[in-house]
């Protein structure tokens, strides 16, 4: 369907905009940046597409799919955990957890070939724990696996039915053998976060009458920061009004694990593919760290080191463009609807917007996707163009 997409773009270069029908149901699909920004930085067109009910059984009615008003309620109390300001104390999770992953990867050096996905996604969700939910649960340890491989199989039932519209009823697809198996995940999931809440719950209950007590045995010292975890926040708000419900935590919860974790993995992985594909990018890649930490490859990353990272951050940035982890978003729009850049119609539809599109000027094929271009016009204070010229 994507391929679909992108040829006909080329037809309707000029236009724009134009309206696709999948299985009876019309998207409008954008993939110009001046068209697509008037639906992507509106504030009320914020409702997504029926689509994205398939996925409430597994994360619930959570910030990701939450409708309008329950949306703009869930994402003020969520704020705050999520402030730039509190990225600086996560600087010594991520440099633990990337250790463990590069130890990992150092002993399979003289192997023929290494499947990183799984060990990539046990550092993410090592990492989403203890940054967001004030936990560690060791999954580059061996520990957890059970809930990354139910992630995994849940994704897979979901995109199996996302394509097999007469499986969207829920009374016919619990029958079939992948909806079967997706309950079984399902399940497994959320038992896993429960656990989460109920441990910091009780760690939280402990604390607040013996301020003095250590660690707990799965506490990550996160809890010394000043800043609250994104689970803590939701615990708190839950004691002081018990109408938030810790089934409303746990989705949010699920929401932030599951996303989290899988969709920044996947990433992750895009962009070491890039650079396998792309040995001279690696190259400048390389050349760049080894200037920012010269001899001493085992000290700690800091924040000016980042922000000197320059290179780096245009590779991360154009691969995740030219990935489809995340390319195309879909929300529900209620007509009318001529404000949605030119397109007038009095009826619901769903748009399209892709990240592969809309990154393009006059030219966009189904080939561009395949391209990665580090190239973001990204400069150095004294004005030189920092990217590697093709």
């Known amino acids: 369907i994507l391929q679909a997409v992108f040829g006909y773009?080329?037809?309707?270069?000029?236009?724009?905009?134009?309206?696709?029908?999948i299985f009876f149901k019309p998207f409008v699909v954008f993939y110009k940046a001046e068209t697509a920004e008037v639906v992507l930085s509106s504030t009320k067109l914020i409702d997504k597409s029926k689509e994205y009910e398939l996925l409430s059984q597994c994360i619930g009615k959570g910030l990701f799919i939450s409708p309008g008003a329950k949306w703009r309620n869930r994402r003020k109390l969520l704020?705050?955990?999520?402030?730039?300001?509190?990225?600086?104390?996560?600087?010594?999770?991520?440099?633990?957890?990337?250790?463990?992953?590069v130890s990992k990867l150092q002993a399979l050096t003289g192997e023929p070939w290494v499947d990183i996905a799984t060990l990539m996604s046990a550092c993410a969700l090592d990492i989403i724990c203890e940054t967001a939910m004030g936990v560690s649960v060791n999954a580059q340890?061996?520990?957890?696996?059970?809930?990354?491989?139910?992630?995994?199989?849940?994704?897979?039932?979901?995109?199996?039915?996302?394509?097999?519209?007469?499986?969207?009823?829920?009374?016919?697809?619990?029958?079939?053998?992948?909806?079967?198996?997706?309950?079984?995940?399902?399940?497994?999931?959320?038992?896993?976060?429960?656990?989460?809440?109920?441990?910091?719950?009780?760690?939280?209950?402990?604390?607040?009458?013996?301020?003095?007590?250590?660690?707990?045995?799965?506490e990550s010292p996160i809890h010394s920061r000043?800043?609250?975890?994104?689970?803590?926040?939701?615990?708190?708000?839950?004691?002081?009004?018990?109408?938030?419900?810790?089934?409303?935590?746990?989705?949010?919860?699920?929401?932030?694990?599951?996303?989290?974790?899988?969709?920044?993995?996947?990433?992750?992985?895009w962009t070491l593919y890039c650079l396998g594909q792309n040995p001279e990018i690696q190259l400048k890649v390389q050349e760049e760290l080894d200037q920012i930490f010269e001899d001493d490859?085992?000290?700690?990353?800091?924040?000016?080191?980042?922000?000197?990272?320059?290179?780096?951050?245009?590779?991360?940035?154009?691969?995740?463009?030219?990935?489809?982890?995340?390319s195309v978003g879909r929300e529900s729009v209620i007509g009318p609807t001529a404000v949605a850049a030119g397109f007038t119609d009095d009826s619901p539809f769903a748009f399209s917007s892709t990240a592969f599109a809309v990154e393009g000027e006059e030219e966009v094929s189904a080939s561009h996707v395949s391209i990665f271009d580090a190239m973001s016009g990204v400069q150095y204070e004294d004005g030189r163009q920092y990217g590697p010229q093709h």
């Open 9 to 21: 773009i080329r037809v309707v270069i000029k236009e724009k905009i134009f309206c696709l029908y």
């Open 226 to 269: 000043k800043q609250k975890a994104f689970l803590e926040l939701l615990l708190e708000y839950h004691l002081k009004d018990p109408s938030f419900t810790e089934e409303d935590i746990r989705e949010e919860v699920d929401t932030f694990m599951f996303a989290g974790h899988d969709t920044t993995a996947m990433s992750l992985n």
């Open 79 to 101: 704020t705050p955990a999520f402030h730039f300001s509190i990225l600086k104390e996560f600087l010594p999770i991520f440099q633990e957890q990337s250790s463990v992953l």
């Open 297 to 326: 490859n085992s000290r700690d990353v800091t924040r000016e080191d980042i922000t000197r990272m320059i290179y780096l951050e245009c590779v991360i940035k154009n691969s995740s463009v030219s990935s489809s982890e995340a």
């Open 141 to 218: 340890d061996g520990k957890n696996i059970e809930y990354m491989k139910a992630v995994h199989e849940i994704t897979d039932s979901f995109m199996y039915r996302a394509i097999r519209p007469w499986l969207y009823p829920d009374f016919i697809f619990k029958w079939t053998a992948y909806g079967k198996r997706f309950t079984a995940n399902i399940r497994r999931a959320h038992e896993f976060s429960r656990k989460v809440i109920k441990n910091k719950k009780l760690e939280m209950e402990v604390r607040s009458k013996y301020p003095d007590v250590g660690l707990f045995p799965n």
